[in-house]
């Protein structure tokens, strides 16, 4: 399975950002595909997920009721509102054949990341 992941960019405080995770090849065996993120200086902590199945989803409590995340055939999207500063990151797509990716560990596969910047 290859993850490309699009959409970053700069936005202000307060402000909305789309992010898409397009999936390829054996997308037929995933089990989730998630978002983390890596703020400079911090290790690498869950965002969302969606089981790709069923489309159940999950939220780390930093951003519950600002980011949604769906899915649409194979790509993820990761609806980014109400932006803060403290949002600023490298966002990675991941997805794995296991488990909902809600920890680094059950990642299968990794996409390169895409930088978010919140300015205040």
């Known amino acids: 399975v290859q993850l490309q992941a699009f959409g970053g960019g700069l936005v202000q405080a307060g402000g909305s950002l789309r992010l898409s995770c397009a999936a390829s090849g054996r997308t037929f065996s995933l089990y989730s595909i998630g978002w983390f993120r890596q703020a400079p200086g911090k290790e690498r902590t869950f965002v969302a997920v969606i089981v790709w199945s069923g489309g159940s989803t999950y939220y780390a409590d930093s951003v519950k009721g600002r980011f949604t995340i769906s899915r649409d055939n194979a790509v993820v999207y990761l609806q980014m509102d109400s932006l803060k500063p403290d949002d600023t990151a490298v966002y990675y797509c991941?997805?794995?054949?296991?488990?909902?990716?809600?920890?680094?560990?059950?990642?299968?596969?990794w996409g390169q990341g895409t930088l978010v910047t919140v300015s205040s």
């Open positions: 991941a997805a794995s054949n296991r488990a909902a990716v809600v920890q680094t560990g059950w990642v299968d596969y």
